[in-house]
């Protein structure tokens, strides 16, 4: 695999061997926003989103993809997935209040959470959102009456998140589907099913669907087809046991995506095949309806490669006989992931794009933790002071999870296309990191 599978659609080297993305001379951008400096393509997040949901269309007639909203979510973003007919799985009444400013249909967002507070589901039945995801037995009598009491013609149409106990064979910490997880309820041990007969007493909720989540970037397609199967198993018994009718399917997200060479990205057409039909296949060997709304929640396959993280090298370290070090200007304050998941990603030198590498470097952060080492041996060329480090696939879960770290602000943000950059979220400054300091 090459770089061009790594970086937007629109990457390219330009005339004077810089990368160029969206029609843009990353090194323009850099000198002009500053770095480190977040760019996300719109040809790539437009085309992305809209072939998820063409291939899924072509496989399944009644279909709503739900972007994930926890890989990255911003008000461009909302308008952006709007637009293009996406609905929205999301974890907290921000997240909310971003979609409906952006004219999100509520009827088409999902709430989901291992605790949702009472504030929090108040706010959503305010702003019109009545799609829930059960993640446990104490939050169905709050649904019950902040439903009654704020929503008196609404009933609260929930899906069961279950625990198929099914191992996703992805890192530890995304790993969801396994008896021992802090998410869902488990199919094997009942408290599902409990679910299911708590919700049934009362008026306000509605059990709709199921929904599963085995976790993320997995690749392991025995695995999801298993989970599939053990949901359509507990859809069929709950039918004999108590008329459940399976009216909407959740099959969550999680799809596997390339951060390096040594990686491929799982692919949409076949994945969307081969899940349809398994999905066609199930709901006709157990005699359930087949007309069932099949909802997916894609959150990184959608945005990841949308995004590349451009940093300023700083310096450049040789310890003899051991390794040198790049400093970069930015690190685990903007990416976690290497430090919390040992993600592996690839870099590239922006500013001498077509080089070939020359050696090997340890990419360090900026930070004070030894941890903060973004790649531990990338190979690039002759790297000195002020060259401009990009890394690519840096558009799902780096700004969400970026914090303030030794009191550094988080990176800007711009958007690309058609030679044009439009600046979507400046960078932080220092009054901005202190504004919730009363005692000044
Ligand atoms: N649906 C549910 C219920 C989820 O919990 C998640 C991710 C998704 C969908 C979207 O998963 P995706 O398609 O983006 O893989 N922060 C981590 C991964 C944790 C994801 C949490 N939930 C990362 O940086 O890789």
Redesign the pocket.
């Known amino acids: 695999m090459s770089w061009q599978n790594l970086f937007p659609f629109t990457a390219r080297t330009n005339d004077a061997q810089h990368l160029e993305i969206g029609g843009c001379d990353v090194t323009e951008l850099a000198a002009k926003f500053g770095t480190p400096l977040y760019v996300y393509d719109e040809t790539t997040l437009r085309a992305q989103a809209t072939r998820a949901l063409v291939t899924f269309r072509a496989h399944w007639e009644n279909v709503t993809l739900l972007y994930?909203t926890?890989?990255y979510f911003a008000p461009f973003l909302a308008r952006l997935y709007r637009e293009l007919g996406l609905g929205l799985?999301v974890t907290s009444e921000g997240e909310i209040v971003i979609a409906r400013r952006a004219g999100f249909d509520p009827n088409t967002i999902y709430v989901?959470g291992n605790n949702k507070s009472p504030d929090e589901i108040r706010a959503a039945l305010a702003m019109g959102v009545t799609h829930f995801v059960v993640d446990n037995l104490d939050e169905l009598p709050l649904l019950s009456s902040l439903a009654s009491r704020h929503s008196p013609f609404a009933i609260c149409a929930l899906f069961i998140r279950l625990s198929p106990n099914i191992d996703a064979h992805t890192h530890r910490y995304?790993t969801?589907g396994v008896a021992d997880s802090k998410f869902g309820l488990g199919i094997r041990n009942g408290m599902a099913e409990r679910a299911a007969h708590e919700i049934a007493k009362y008026e306000k909720l509605q059990l709709v669907g199921l929904h599963f989540?085995i976790g993320?970037?997995v690749f392991d397609a025995d695995a999801l087809g298993d989970a599939l199967n053990a949901v359509l198993d507990v859809a069929a018994e709950w039918r004999a046991k108590f008329n459940f009718e399976l009216r909407e399917l959740n099959i969550?997200?999680?799809?596997g995506v390339a951060y390096n060479d040594a990686q491929t990205t799982l692919d949409m057409e076949t994945f969307a095949e081969n899940t349809t039909r398994a999905l066609r296949d199930g709901l006709r060997a157990r005699g359930l309806d087949e007309k069932l709304k099949l909802l997916a929640?894609?959150?990184?396959?959608l945005i990841a490669r949308a995004g590349v993280a451009l940093y300023r090298v700083g310096s450049v370290k040789e310890i003899p006989g051991v390794r040198t070090y790049v400093a970069l200007d930015g690190g685990m304050g903007d990416n976690v992931?290497p430090a919390l998941?040992g993600a592996q990603y690839q870099a590239y030198l922006a500013n001498r794009f077509a080089e070939p590498a020359a050696r090997e470097y340890a990419l360090a952060g900026r930070y004070c933790e030894q941890g903060d080492v973004l790649i531990e041996r990338a190979p690039l060329p002759e790297t000195r002071v002020g060259d401009l480090v990009a890394i690519p696939v840096a558009g799902?879960?780096q700004l969400p999870?970026a914090s303030n770290y030794n009191l550094i602000p988080r990176p800007a943000v711009v958007v690309v296309q058609n030679g044009r950059a439009r600046l979507v979220r400046r960078r932080e400054t220092l009054e901005d990191m202190l504004a919730c300091d009363v005692d000044v």
């Open positions: 994930a926890k890989a799985d989901h995304m969801t989540h993320s970037q969550g997200g999680g799809w929640e894609p959150g990184r396959a992931r998941y799902a879960y999870l």
